[in-house]
């Protein structure tokens, strides 16, 4: 079976940067779309950011992180990354990472991703910014 785990969450100030990492166990084609999901409390869970295999070229981001955030790959460590950058209050949350578990057809079935694409999830890491 497929399992994801989350590390890298913490407190950080405003401004800060912070680097999550999902390692996946496993047997799990890396050509899967993978993803980050976000959730703070009373809110509904926000995609973050999307990626199509290891392919810088074509990635998906939020409004409100694009331009601050980093989604990366490494499919020989099976490792998914979120780089954080600039980070704002409003970036409070849990981040979760998922993975689909079907081969995407081409990079848009990872960008039009939603929640219910996506078959196994880790745990969740939490992030706090302070203010």
């Known amino acids: 079976q497929v399992n994801l785990a989350e590390s890298g969450g913490g407190s950080v100030e405003e401004g800060g940067s912070k680097r999550l990492a999902c390692e996946v166990s496993g047997y799990m084609s890396g050509s899967n779309c993978m993803a980050w999901f976000r959730q703070s409390p009373g809110l509904e869970r926000e995609r973050v950011a999307t990626i199509y295999r290891d392919d810088s070229r074509y990635t998906y981001y939020s409004t409100s992180v694009k331009g601050r955030f980093t989604i990366s790959r490494d499919s020989a460590k099976k490792t998914l990354y979120l780089q954080m950058d600039r980070l704002k209050p409003e970036d409070t949350a849990i981040y979760f990472c998922?993975?689909?578990?079907?081969?995407?057809?081409?990079?848009?079935?990872?960008?039009?991703?939603?929640?219910?694409?996506?078959?196994?999830w880790g745990q969740g890491t939490q992030v706090t910014v302070a203010s």
């Open positions: 998922a993975a689909g578990s079907t081969i995407p057809r081409g990079p848009w079935d990872c960008e039009m991703s939603t929640a219910s694409s996506f078959d196994y």
